[in-house]
């Protein structure tokens, strides 16, 4: 499974020497790794190890003390997370955030917003230019629908469905941003392993259909394994490991530090 | 008896026109705090300055009604804006009881520079609004001003004109989803400061239109920004984040406190309609503390 059938890419994101810390405590320290076009890239490593923050970090909710990113060829200290998002940076978050009171129809929508840009009086009038820019951008909005399979949920609050369901329905709302680079945190949290299953074919579907770049981080090793091109490990905010799943797998430190249970390593 | 019933429609009708008045007002408060948690105590002098800027370009200017009501509504924008820039901006990320603490020090500002621009004498309002009795209600023994019906009519569209803001335009959308969560908002490319800067404009047009009904029933004067103060039960009746809630909260007081003055008063001693929207408040407070429409608060602890 972990052979795609499409071309990993020239460098689409990059992190130099990132460091972040709140007050006292160093949440990262000098983290460098890249991403590749079209490349699936594991961020893993125990509670605590800073890979959230590190995803706060590329899509600008944190701005680090220290180090660059480059993006797309453009180096900046910080991003801020509009602009990510204008840029072509999407994601999804551990505890899922939706729109609770709005249906799902209308989370996915909101993905479009940004391309979205008919004057707010045609808007209002719900008539002419904006009429035709709302129906496209349903049209588009439908296609992911019936992608990941979510045709009967579309017109239910989002805080009324099952927890499985609220992550499928987040993936889309990223999805619908048509983005060039996909963070997923914890896209498998708390599934069953049906959901999981399923999860894992959403996401190697987008990779190669869309030819989406993905950075994901995920517990369950089984299925980082399988899915990801390379892996990266973090550890008390420190990089421990870079390299492809059977790198990582056989790196001592990464087997000390996480993995260290040598009668089961398929279980973390 | 015949008399007794007519009676009853008129207070019922004033009541229920009285809180219209209220429900505006409300309605500010709870489209700023459903997209940004602010509490914005400087609602009710919103109104006030809207309704002084008003008056003050009519008389200076001598424009007709129209033009100043337009230039106003470009003012109240022009102030959102510097809201956004020189308070919000600074402070975001701070405790709800912070940034509540600056719209009290906004409030002030507010008053003193209205003051300071337009003086503190009362003055009229006349955008042309048409006054006087309802003939035909009249006739039947109902008095009801044709100003409160106008009232009445402007919030009810107004009230439409937001449901399809917010339900049908991508901006609306995107409201919706600041208020649900910051973060995600933030993670498909809303602009916080892009959706403040709107519905602190939305909200100043909101005080406008209360500004112009309050001040051309009992012209535009200081005691003006008190109304914010009957707001307040209004919104802990209907709810902090509900627009439908500020509407019928509104109207409960209005009717309620009109009803309590003359069918109690007699009892327990007049002037019930200073006091009875706090008890009412109070009573709610004990009993469904998020209101008639508002979202269960459960805090994490």
């Known amino acids: 499974m972990t052979q795609h059938e499409r071309a990993i890419g020239d460098t689409l994101l990059k992190v130099d020497n990132i460091s972040l810390g709140f007050g006292g405590v160093q949440a990262l320290s000098n983290i460098s790794f890249d991403i590749r076009e079209h490349e699936i890239r594991a961020i893993i490593g125990p509670n605590g190890a800073g890979k959230t923050s590190m995803l706060n970090v590329i899509n600008?909710?944190?701005?680090?003390?220290?180090?660059?990113?480059?993006?797309?060829?453009?180096?900046?200290?910080?991003?801020?997370?509009?602009?990510?998002?204008?840029?072509?940076?999407?994601?999804?978050?551990?505890?899922?955030?939706?729109?609770?009171?709005?249906?799902?129809?209308?989370?996915?929508?909101?993905?479009?917003?940004?391309?979205?840009?008919?004057?707010?009086?045609?808007?209002?009038?719900y008539y002419g230019p904006a009429r035709t820019e709302e129906m496209e951008h349903r049209r588009r909005v439908e296609e992911i629908i019936d992608f990941l399979e979510i045709q009967a949920i579309r017109r239910v609050p989002v805080g009324k469905l099952p927890y499985g369901l609220q992550k499928r329905v987040e993936l889309a709302r990223a999805l619908a941003m048509e983005p060039e680079l996909l963070l997923l945190d914890e896209p498998m949290a708390g599934m069953n392993v049906e959901e999981k299953e399923d999860m894992c074919r959403f996401i190697l579907d987008v990779n190669e259909q869309f030819g989406t770049t993905i950075a994901l981080i995920e517990h369950d090793m089984g299925v980082v394994m399988d899915i990801s091109d390379r892996v990266v490990v973090l550890d008390y905010g420190r990089k421990l490991a870079d390299g492809t799943p059977d790198e990582v797998r056989g790196n001592q430190d990464v087997i000390d530090a996480y993995l260290g249970v040598p009668h089961d390593e398929g279980e973390a | 008896m015949g008399d007794s019933?007519?009676?009853?429609?008129?207070?019922?009708?004033?009541?229920?026109?009285?809180?219209?008045?209220?429900?505006?007002?409300?309605?500010?408060?709870v489209l700023i705090f459903k997209a940004s948690g602010i509490f914005n105590f400087a609602q009710g002098v919103m109104a006030l300055f809207a309704a002084l800027t008003l008056v003050g370009l009519m008389?200076?200017?001598?424009?007709?009604?129209?033009v100043a009501i337009v230039m106003t509504i470009g003012v109240m924008i022009l102030l959102a804006w510097l809201i956004e820039r020189l308070v919000l901006q600074h402070l975001v990320n701070q405790d709800p009881i912070i940034l509540f603490m600056a719209t009290i020090g906004l409030a002030y500002v507010l008053e003193g520079v209205g003051d300071l621009m337009w003086g503190s004498d009362v003055k009229a309002l006349n955008v042309g609004l048409p006054d006087g009795a309802v003939d035909w209600m009249f006739d039947l023994g109902i008095y009801v001003t044709k100003l409160e019906l106008v009232a009445a009519a402007t919030a009810a569209a107004l009230v439409a004109v937001l449901a399809v803001f917010f339900q049908r335009t991508r901006i609306g959308r995107a409201l919706r989803a600041v208020a649900d969560d910051h973060q995600a908002a933030l993670s498909v490319g809303i602009s916080l400061r892009t959706i403040w800067v709107i519905v602190w404009s939305v909200s100043g047009i909101v005080a406008l239109v209360a500004g112009i009904m309050w001040g051309s029933s009992s012209g535009v004067q200081f005691s003006l920004s008190l109304i914010a103060l009957k707001a307040l039960p209004v919104l802990i009746l209907g709810g902090f984040t509900s627009i439908p809630g500020a509407i019928i909260g509104g109207l409960i007081i209005g009717v309620g406190e009109k009803w309590a003055e003359i069918y109690l008063g007699d009892y327990i001693g007049h002037a019930i309609e200073n006091w009875f929207a706090y008890v009412l408040a109070l009573a709610f407070l004990l009993i469904r503390p998020q209101g008639l429409f508002g979202e269960k608060i459960i805090e994490r602890v």
């Open chain 1, 60 to 125: 600008g909710f944190y701005h680090p003390q220290e180090g660059a990113i480059t993006f797309k060829g453009e180096v900046r200290r910080a991003m801020r997370p509009h602009v990510a998002a204008k840029q072509g940076i999407a994601r999804t978050f551990q505890n899922v955030a939706l729109f609770k009171g709005m249906s799902t129809l209308d989370n996915i929508m909101t993905g479009r917003n940004l391309r979205m840009h008919k004057n707010i009086l045609w808007q209002m009038l």
């Open chain 2, 5 to 29: 019933l007519l009676y009853f429609i008129e207070v019922t009708i004033g009541g229920l026109l009285a809180g219209v008045m209220y429900s505006l007002v409300a309605l500010g408060f």
């Open chain 2, 59 to 66: 008389e200076k200017l001598g424009v007709p009604a129209w």
